[in-house]
């Protein structure tokens, strides 16, 4: 058994519970504060998940004593900043997707952590899922021979809740940051980065893209074609084709529990990924193993993908026309 993490929490809404339940069935793991602006609501939390320490602002999180990493799981706006706090207080960093608004934020945060020689991780959960590691797997071993083409979507209705996260551009809200993160990670992490890219979006009556499709072009021997919605309920799967076969992750494809591969000649094949948890408790042992072994990083999802994946982001959005106010203040 390896020495135990203690963990803290900035910021505690609904991912923030789903997050706390699953760090419990981590071994080596336990939540010991809880920070948020609220001290009820703090006080609320930390009596629920059995946290030692709740506090009533962000600052005062670092006086628990023992502290080792931070799990920062506020609006997206607010990231970087929340980030920046715990990096200045040499507290390694597992921050919510997408890492921060656009890419001048993302490179400001890595470059601390260097500087700081503090640990710093995007808590982008799917790449740490079982499907994934087992859909690269097989695109490794030829099993659809050449990757030609990806679909992939997501799409929901939330409700209607214009001042919160979900739909408030002061929040980085939209369709686009929230959840065509997914599709857009899947294709660059299948395909690698694009050579041409194609977007456009709809608004919403808030002001957030509603729905945001987008295309992707690798020179002449790959595409992509992907979407994300606030509009509609999708099937939300990924098929990945080959010009051998192809893979279907089913609903919902960025956690599923399982992958078919149906290769042209031959018999479909399933592989099944059951679990008690909701999945996150793959990224938490993955901070823990890079902890534990002092790692500054983590060698699965290093920075330098975060990095390509928020300029992807950045560049996807400037086709589609999406923009948000810190765009306007990017050095």
């Known amino acids: 058994m390896g020495k135990t993490i203690n963990w803290g929490i900035i910021g505690i809404g609904k991912i923030a519970e789903k997050f706390a339940e699953d760090l419990a069935t981590v071994k080596d793991a336990k939540l010991l504060a809880v920070a948020s602006t609220s001290k009820e609501r703090a006080e609320s939390f930390a009596q629920k998940h059995k946290a030692k320490f709740a506090f009533d602002s962000y600052e005062q999180i670092f006086s628990a004593p023992g502290l080792d990493v931070v799990y920062i799981a506020t ?4 990231h970087f900043k929340c980030t920046q706090l715990c990096l200045e207080n ?30 710093l991780m995007e808590a982008l959960w799917t790449r740490f899922m079982p499907n994934i590691k087992k859909v690269l797997e097989l695109i490794e071993e030829g099993a659809i ?3 030609k083409t990806l679909h992939a979507d997501f799409g929901f209705i939330p409700p209607y809740f214009p001042e919160r996260r979900v739909l408030n551009p002061y929040f980085g809200g939209g369709a686009f940051l929230d959840i065509g993160i997914y599709p857009a990670f899947l294709s660059l992490l299948i395909l690698g980065y694009p050579s041409s890219i194609s977007a456009t979006h709809t608004k919403g009556p808030t002001g957030v893209d509603e729905t945001t499709t987008f295309f992707y072009k690798y020179d002449d021997r790959a595409t992509a074609s992907l979407n994300c919605t606030f509009a509609a309920h999708t099937q939300t799967e990924a098929r990945i084709y080959g010009d051998k076969g192809h893979i279907l992750m089913p609903t ?16 479909p094949v399933t592989y099944q990924f059951p679990r008690k948890t909701r999945g996150y408790n793959y990224e938490i042992e ?19 993908d975060s990095l390509r994946l928020i300029h992807l982001l950045d560049k996807t959005r400037e086709r589609a026309g999406i923009r948000y106010e810190v765009d306007k203040t990017k050095n």
């Open 75 to 78: 609006p997206h706006s607010k």
């Open 90 to 119: 040499k507290t390694a960093v597992l921050c919510e997707k997408p890492f921060a608004m656009n890419e001048d934020e993302v490179q400001k945060m890595i470059d601390l952590a260097k500087a700081q020689n503090t640990f």
């Open 145 to 147: 021979g050449q990757v």
């Open 252 to 267: 919902r494809f960025h956690d599923s529990q399982e992958i078919t591969l149906v290769p042209d000649e031959g018999e």
């Open 286 to 304: 993955e901070v823990n193993r890079c902890l534990q072994s002092g790692l500054k990083e983590s060698t699965l999802w290093p920075l330098k």
